[in-house]
């Protein structure tokens, strides 16, 4: 067994209130400058960065996952992770047909930039990816494990966006068998008053700037023998599901 430090919550620059800076090689820098090992990518309803940000993670020596923050029709949040890109890649596509087609506005919202692995801008996401989709909270579970994925509702101590906040408690259904943090330091606080006893607790900075991401802090013991990245990436998913 072998401890790595992680993130599974972090946005690029495809993100509208994600920092110009957060390209794919400069999350890859910090995350190795913080000593984390572990980084999700999560944008906001698309995975368009994905694979700028597994070419880049190599480089780093960071295991790469790729992922997304899913907004529901209900505008709650949920951390969808999957265990290959390519799993990732069909599942934004799949989010991106059931997307409200909005177009953004750069002025007001931020731009929403595809990049490649070196962070030449590639594209530019016309549709703002921040408005809730047509994909109720019941649907993703499904939806994910369709994929190998694993999901859960992400920092359910916020106001904003949480599934605690916006339904005023944590359903019995769907079920999920984890649940993340933006503060760690809640945990007992919130298994003790919604029953989350059976959860695992994740930890994440939801990073939309550089300097949002955290030094290494929340960690897994993995047993990674033989060592490859996509067998501590196989064993991560299996711990989380």
Do not use: W
Request: with cysteine.
């Amino acid at each position: 067994m072998n401890r790595y430090y992680y993130d599974l919550h972090i946005h690029s620059c495809l993100s509208p209130c994600g920092d110009d800076d957060n390209t794919p090689n400069n999350i890859a820098g910090m995350a190795s400058l913080c000593g984390l090992n572990i980084v999700a990518l999560t944008d906001h309803n698309s995975t368009a960065n994905c694979p700028a940000f597994f070419e880049a993670a190599r480089r780093y020596g960071i295991i790469p996952i790729a992922g997304m923050e899913l907004t529901t029709s209900e505008d709650i949040h949920v951390i969808c992770l999957f265990e290959t890109l390519e799993n990732a890649m069909t599942f934004g596509e799949r989010v991106k047909s059931l997307s409200i087609p909005i177009e953004n506005r750069p002025d007001i919202f931020g731009s929403q930039q595809i990049l490649d692995g070196q962070d030449n801008i590639i594209g530019e996401e016309k549709n703002l990816l921040i408005n809730a989709t047509l994909i109720s909270i019941e649907e993703v579970p499904s939806m994910v494990t369709q994929l190998d994925g694993i999901c859960y509702p992400a920092h359910i101590d916020r106001q904003s966006n949480g599934i605690i906040s916006v339904l005023g408690t944590f359903p019995a259904t769907p079920h999920f068998n984890c649940v993340e943090l933006h503060d760690g330091d809640k945990a007992d606080e919130y298994i003790q008053k919604y029953g989350l006893q059976d959860k695992k607790i994740i930890v994440s900075s939801d990073a939309h700037r550089l300097t949002d991401m955290r030094d290494r802090q929340n960690y897994f013991d993995l047993d990674d023998e033989p060592y490859s990245s996509a067998l501590v990436r196989k064993k991560l998913f299996e711990l989380l599901r």
